[in-house]
């Protein structure tokens, strides 16, 4: 039975109006100006509405060669259903203002065999922005090409989960017709998000969230889970796909292929100077085939 998840978000978060979210997209691209390449095999990408994090996400979108990829498993955070798991769609077709994506269901009863997953309510999936925030670009980039996604909304994991869902997924990291694009904004500072860490010796407040950024940047790139679980634990840094990430990691730990994450682009939705501010970061990554 098909069950399509709708673009809740569109009209809101980003334009429903198709052609002009294709130009939208079309210019942000350019703007990156970015050379496609097979070796790119995931990427990590902000999550926010357009007019905040288009420009940024393009960074990470941008880099895809889309000829011989054939599913996007996509890995996004849950904003507001509490599950210890991570959970798999029941739709069998993700909607977008500029065309839909059919859901694998072969890989999703494959990974609902392992007992693992809990299935997601379509009310759960719909309310939930983190993957949707992809899908325009994943639409757009794989446009006139045959490709499934995967989606997997990652609850408040464990450390111990985190490692055996990364585990659990490595394999598919090592098929390079799977693509795999993992939400996450960075730093979200300000009273409002409950997080003030400044460290004075950068200057400014938006300087001390960038260094502060860019340490767990920095971190992901060497691509040691354990390190970045520190970092989180030492500095309560607010990046909201720290689940998806982990287990990106671990995935890229467990996997024979041997894919470097390297960021690309790193911004701030505006500079805090004084701690009446607020500001939320976006960063974008693709992880490539180290050859």
């Known amino acids: 039975m098909a069950t399509v998840r709708r673009a809740t978000h569109a009209g809101s978060w980003y334009t429903n109006n198709a052609s002009r979210l294709e130009e939208e997209l079309d210019g942000w691209l350019r703007a990156a100006g970015l050379t496609k390449s097979a070796d790119v095999r995931g990427v990590i990408a902000p999550h926010a509405g357009y007019s905040y994090s288009g420009r940024s996400a393009a960074f990470a979108f941008g880099n895809i060669d889309p000829t011989n990829i054939l599913r996007v498993f996509l890995l996004g955070p849950s904003h507001h259903y509490y599950t210890p798991k991570c959970a798999l769609t029941r739709a069998t077709t993700y909607s977008t203002p500029i ?32 993957m949707e925030m992809h899908l325009p670009y994943l639409a757009k980039v794989f446009k006139g090409y045959e490709v499934k996604v995967v989606p997997i909304l990652v609850g408040a994991l464990s450390s111990e989960s985190e490692a055996m869902y990364g585990s659990l997924l490595a394999k598919y990291i090592d098929d390079p017709k799977n693509f795999f694009s993992v939400s996450s904004d960075f730093c979200h500072w300000g ?101």
Not at 120 to 128: C, I, K, N, Q, S
Not at 244 to 267: A, C, Q, R
Request: proline share 2%; hydrophobic share 30%; net charge negative.
């Open 99 to 130: 065309g839909d994506l059919p859901v694998d269901q072969e890989v999703i009863e494959e990974l609902k065999a392992t007992g693992k997953f809990e299935m997601m309510d379509l009310r759960v999936d719909e309310a939930e922005h983190s």
């Open 191 to 291: 009273s409002r998000f409950s997080y003030t860490y400044y460290d004075k010796k950068h200057g400014s407040i938006y300087k001390s969230i960038e260094a502060l950024d860019r340490m767990g940047m920095e971190i992901i790139e060497t691509g040691d889970a354990d390190s970045f679980k520190r970092y989180l634990q030492q500095y309560e840094n607010t990046i909201c796909g720290r689940h998806p990430i982990s287990v990106f990691l671990h995935m890229l730990k467990n996997s024979s292929t041997k894919i470097k994450i390297g960021f690309l682009h790193y911004e701030q939705s505006s500079q805090c100077k004084s701690s009446r501010d607020s500001s939320v970061s976006y960063a974008s990554a693709a992880a490539k085939v180290d050859n």
